[in-house]
């Protein structure tokens, strides 16, 4: 009986560790969904603003959005409140933003004072974006006119106007006097506004008036910013 009673002093020791043991209480991680793939145009950048911070009975609350153009293309949450049924309804704010793109968003149902915070913060970040909108400067204008194209129907010219690196429109300053001619000049307009480029397919009936359209609107293409 004597050999036992220094094991039992060890035991009830090493015991003591686990009973002083106390789990972690980190706070829940932020949310953050993001929407599909945008189509951006080429040389766009994301733009990412924060809303402000609305204070709730439940805490703060704020959000961060990025945009890819005037698209809505994720939202993040900076600041939410400590709270199960916030950490539950925050992925759904999220999804009807993405879907409603806008502050338009319902109520999640158990969370309605974080779900008004979330749409004041939101909206505070939409206005931001639009005032940034408004202050920067539209893509100038640049009109260029193609080289004059002699064919055997008669001569082809166009003229471009580009708003920064895009075409924008396309006008026949000359065309053959010719009901094919006049039919094919739509078709390839459209094609060009398309392709935005000279790659534009042949109209049937006006070959020789496409090829005459390609040949000057590929030289007022090489003339844009010259």
Same mark, same amino acid.
């Given at each position: 009986?004597?050999?036992?009673?220094?094991?039992? %002093?060890?035991?009830?020791? &090493?015991? %003591?560790?686990?009973?002083?043991?106390?789990?972690? =209480?980190?706070?829940?991680?932020?949310?953050? #969904?993001?929407?599909?793939?945008? *189509?951006?145009?080429? $040389?766009?950048?994301?733009?990412?603003?924060?809303?402000?911070?609305? /204070?709730?009975?439940? &805490?703060?609350?704020? %959000?961060?959005? /990025?945009?890819?153009?005037?698209?809505?293309?994720?939202?993040?949450?900076?600041?939410?409140?400590?709270?199960?049924?916030? #950490?539950?309804?925050?992925?759904?704010?999220?999804?009807? =933003?993405?879907?409603?793109?806008?502050?338009?968003?319902? /109520? !999640?149902? &158990?969370?309605?004072?974080? *779900?008004? $915070?979330?749409?004041?913060?939101?909206?505070?970040?939409?206005?931001?974006?639009?005032?940034?909108?408004?202050?920067?400067? *539209?893509?100038? *204008?640049?009109?260029?006119?193609?080289?004059? !194209? =002699?064919?055997?129907?008669?001569?082809?010219? %166009?003229?471009? /106007?580009?708003?920064?690196?895009?075409?924008?429109?396309?006008?026949?300053?000359?065309?053959?006097?010719?009901?094919?001619?006049?039919?094919?000049?739509?078709?390839?307009?459209?094609?060009?506004?398309?392709?935005?480029?000279?790659?534009?397919?042949? !109209?049937?009936?006006?070959?020789?008036?496409?090829?005459?359209?390609?040949?000057?609107?590929?030289?007022?293409?090489?003339?844009? &910013?010259?």
């Amino acid at each position: 009986m004597k050999r036992a009673i220094p094991v039992l %002093v060890l035991t009830a020791v &090493g015991l %003591v560790p686990l009973w002083r043991y106390e789990p972690s =209480t980190d706070p829940a991680p932020t949310t953050q #969904a993001a929407a599909p793939a945008p *189509s951006a145009s080429p $040389g766009s950048s994301a733009l990412v603003i924060e809303g402000s911070v609305v /204070t709730t009975e439940k &805490g703060p609350v704020q %959000v961060e959005v /990025t945009f890819e153009g005037d698209t809505i293309a994720s939202v993040r949450m900076l600041r939410q409140p400590d709270h199960p049924q916030t #950490a539950a309804a925050v992925p759904k704010l999220i999804e009807g =933003t993405l879907q409603a793109q806008s502050a338009d968003v319902d /109520t !999640v149902s &158990g969370a309605t004072i974080t *779900s008004e $915070g979330y749409r004041e913060s939101l909206q505070a970040a939409l206005d931001e974006r639009e005032v940034a909108a408004q202050a920067s400067p *539209s893509p100038a *204008s640049e009109v260029v006119a193609g080289s004059t !194209v =002699t064919t055997e129907k008669g001569p082809v010219q %166009v003229e471009v /106007t580009f708003e920064g690196d895009t075409i924008a429109s396309v006008r026949m300053l000359r065309q053959p006097d010719h009901p094919q001619t006049a039919a094919a000049v739509p078709k390839l307009i459209e094609g060009t506004l398309q392709a935005q480029s000279a790659d534009v397919d042949t !109209v049937s009936g006006a070959t020789i008036t496409s090829e005459g359209y390609r040949e000057s609107l590929q030289a007022a293409l090489d003339a844009k &910013g010259a």
